[in-house]
Nanobody, 126 residues
Framework: QVQLVESGGGLVQPGGSLRLSCAAS????????MGWFRQAPGKEREFVAV????????FYADSVKGRFTISRDNAENTVYLQMSSLKPEDTAVYYC???????????????????WGQGTQVTVSS
């Protein structure tokens, strides 16, 4: 089993920056990718970004390209989401997710991820 612990959420003004962290523990040997989803009130949970654990390949939702950067520290089993130029529409609960090794992987499909964190609130408001 894999456990994911998120941190770094909070309140920030429009145009500001914030960095989220997700630390993985447990049976992490066959993890293929780790990433982030977000869910605003009354909306579906949506894909934000993902990074492959060994190769460092990254994929982003169109809405965050050029503003968000995902990275990982393999030694610490931790992924980060650096968020810049934040907008009010970025306000949501952000969830860390991890996908086990598989032959077919769609980065934006919730059911292709096997483990989830508890979520951390990000609020962008003046």
């Amino acid at each position: 089993q894999v456990q994911l612990v998120e941190s770094g959420g909070g309140l920030v003004q429009p145009g500001g920056s914030l960095r989220l962290s997700c630390a993985a523990s447990g049976s992490i040997f066959n993890i293929y990718g780790m990433g982030w989803f977000r869910q605003a009130p009354g909306k579906e949970r949506e894909f934000v970004a993902v990074i492959t654990w060994s190769g460092g390949r990254t994929f982003y939702a169109d809405s965050v390209k050029g503003r968000f950067t995902i990275s990982r520290d393999n030694a610490e089993n931790t992924v980060y989401l650096q968020m810049s130029s934040l907008k009010p529409e970025d306000t949501a609960v952000y969830y860390c997710a991890a996908a086990a090794q598989r032959s077919t992987f769609r980065v934006d499909l919730l059911h292709h991820y096997d483990y989830w964190g508890q979520g951390t609130q990000v609020t962008v408001s003046s």
